[in-house]
């Protein structure tokens, strides 16, 4: 009996895993596990990664969002973060202008 809960756990974890790599697609940073926070007095959070991009909303230190994901854009790097203003619910954050705490992955 014992053998036999492990491998339905066993079973049940790995399909779980699994669905869970195929469930991240339209919006990645909605999905993301990790604990990011503003570490500069303010960041735009910009519809695309660039600097001409619109603003859509401002960020300030010491407030979190969610993100993994790294992205680069020009001479700048770009973090794309969870931003329900954004036409496709991703916002962008210069990378530079964000620390990583914690990641649950």
Known sequence: MNKLV?????TALTTGAI???FA?????????GCDVFVV????YVRENPSEDSV???TK?????VRS????????????PVNCSCASDGVGYI???KLRWLRYEG
């Open 6 to 10: 492990r491998l339905v756990t066993a």
């Open 19 to 21: 669905s869970a790599l």
């Open 24 to 32: 991240i697609g339209a919006s990645p940073a909605s999905a993301a």
């Open 40 to 43: 500069t007095e303010n960041a």
């Open 55 to 57: 603003v859509r909303k």
């Open 60 to 64: 300030y230190a010491g407030e979190e």
């Open 68 to 79: 993994c994901f790294g992205s680069h854009g020009g001479d700048l790097h770009w973090t």
């Open 94 to 96: 210069v990378t530079r």
